[in-house]
């Protein structure tokens, strides 16, 4: 099975506009790490969000928010007022457990925002 | 600029020659990660170093990989007898701790890999 899955190969926004965008995990630890990066077109990987598992309140950083639903095992990216700069792929990711040294990452969704 | 860097940032190669890919991870990062990105794909672990250890390279491919993270100087990622399929983005990470659920990895821009 996936660790991550993401859903949405493209997604489209409207500039100031809110966007939701998916990733669910599957993992058998109780403890564990969500991720989520952004990648532009020139290529760099930028760390975006975290949210741990026991962590109870969604992360937020400025405008990115991340709606964490366990029970779900979902962990969407909730991008509001969109800029056409947060136009890129966008990455989920998760690392398991403690001690562990790898991020596993979904295969991305390519977010385009429209002026 | 404190950043991971990474070097060069394209690479072109021909079938069968070798490839080095160079990583200098932050300051004050001692753990090293290596990973691969197909086009169209998320990235793919490939190896965990620390200084003169490798760690974790469940990732790597048996043949033709190897990496190495000295005492002095950057990482590298080597890769012989280089085929088409090896062409690909390879991103370096660093990071501070290592353990920790929330340590977050800084990535280096990449280097893109061109077997010809």
């Known amino acids: 099975a996936q660790k991550i899955t993401q859903t949405q190969p493209g997604m489209f926004v409207q500039e100031k506009e809110a966007v939701t965008l998916d990733c669910t995990y599957d993992?058998?630890?109780?403890?564990?790490?969500l991720f989520w990066y952004k990648q532009p077109s020139s290529g760099e990987m930028i760390f975006l969000i975290y949210q741990g598992s026991y962590d109870e309140q969604n992360a937020t950083e400025g405008r990115y928010s991340l709606n964490f639903q366990k029970a779900r095992k979902s962990a969407n990216l909730v991008i509001s007022a969109s800029q056409l700069g947060d136009s890129a792929m966008y990455f989920c990711a998760m690392r398991e457990g403690l001690g562990a040294n790898n991020l596993f990452f979904g295969t991305g969704t390519r977010l385009t925002v429209i002026p | 600029n404190a950043g991971v860097m990474q070097n060069p940032r394209h690479l072109v190669r021909r079938r069968g020659q070798e490839a080095r890919l160079r990583c200098s991870p932050m300051k004050g990062h001692s753990h090293v990660y290596w990973y691969r990105q197909l086009p169209e794909e998320g990235l793919k672990f490939m190896v965990y170093l620390q200084k003169e250890n490798i760690i974790d390279e469940s990732g790597m491919p048996k043949e033709r990989f190897s990496a190495e993270f000295p005492k002095e100087g950057p990482s590298i990622l080597r890769i012989q007898q280089v085929v088409r399929g090896d062409s690909a983005a390879y991103f370096c990470?660093?990071?501070?701790?290592?353990?920790?659920?929330?340590?977050?990895?800084?990535f280096g821009s990449g280097t893109q890999l061109s077997v010809l």
């Open positions: 990470a660093s990071s501070q701790r290592q353990g920790q659920t929330n340590e977050k990895l800084f």
């Open positions: 993992t058998s630890d109780q403890s564990y790490g």
